[in-house]
């Protein structure tokens, strides 16, 4: 069965510095992977996918990520964080069902 | 783009009541919707696959008779908590599938149930 790590569960960052968000996937075949950002009380909004192709992914906000094959990694990055990408992140696989990674919270400090 | 909406965004019922939650895709029809189940601090956990004029598919540990799933037209499904009790109050969040891009799923806004 596919499955999702998220190593860190918190990271903080400051306004202005670069973020990544790791992400390490379990699947036999090519997968299907996504990045999801949740605000407080709010569903998710989906930030990039990966099918196929490319493996370097734009996102909306700023935000891109890296296919890697060779280490099951779907690692996402933000070159300058604002205040506002202070919320909950949560990387997903898709096997004619989504599962999630634990997710990471990410904190922005002025 | 895709947009799912979900009523009510909160509810607080008391003990014992049934509370229905409707997921709807505004503007594009989805066969297949999912409901998915938040805690606090929390991952999302899959509860049930809901398909358009069939019965929901449950995962593993889910009650199909305290959680109902109704999926009566391509662009409505409902969940229904029966008998409500207060280990039932969660963050309830459906999905709608979108089937002719790659299976994406866009997510309601979720919906904040207590049971007092």
């Known amino acids: 069965a596919q499955s999702v790590t998220q190593p860190d569960i918190h990271i903080t960052v400051s306004e202005g510095a670069s973020l990544e968000l790791r992400c390490n996937y379990s699947y036999g075949a090519t997968p299907y992977l996504f990045w999801y950002v949740q605000s407080p009380g709010q569903g998710l909004q989906l930030l990039l996918k990966?099918?196929?192709?490319?493996?370097l992914v734009q996102g909306i906000k700023g935000f891109e990520a890296e296919f890697k094959r060779s280490q099951s990694s779907f690692n996402l990055r933000k070159p300058s964080v604002h205040w506002s990408d202070a919320a909950e992140y949560f990387c997903?696989?898709?096997?004619?069902?989504?599962?999630f990674g634990a997710g990471t919270t990410v904190t922005v400090r002025a | 783009g895709a947009v799912v909406s979900q009523h009510p965004s909160r509810v607080i019922c008391k003990s014992g009541t049934s509370v229905k939650i409707e997921c709807r895709s505004l503007?594009?029809?989805?066969?297949?919707m999912f409901w998915y189940r938040q805690f606090p601090k929390k991952s999302l956990m899959l509860m049930a696959t809901?398909?358009?004029?069939?019965?929901?598919?449950?995962e593993q540990g889910v009650e199909k008779d305290k959680f109902l799933i109704n999926h009566a037209s391509l662009t409505l499904s409902t969940l229904t908590v029966t008998s409500a009790h207060p280990e039932d109050s969660s963050f309830y969040i459906c999905?709608?599938?979108?089937?002719?891009?790659?299976?994406?799923?866009?997510f309601g806004p979720g919906t904040r149930l207590t049971v007092l």
């Open positions: 503007d594009f029809q989805a066969t297949t």
């Open positions: 809901s398909n358009e004029g069939s019965k929901a598919t449950y």
């Open positions: 997903a696989v898709y096997d004619y069902k989504l599962s």
């Open positions: 990966y099918f196929s192709g490319d493996t």
């Open positions: 999905s709608a599938e979108l089937a002719d891009n790659y299976n994406e799923q866009f």
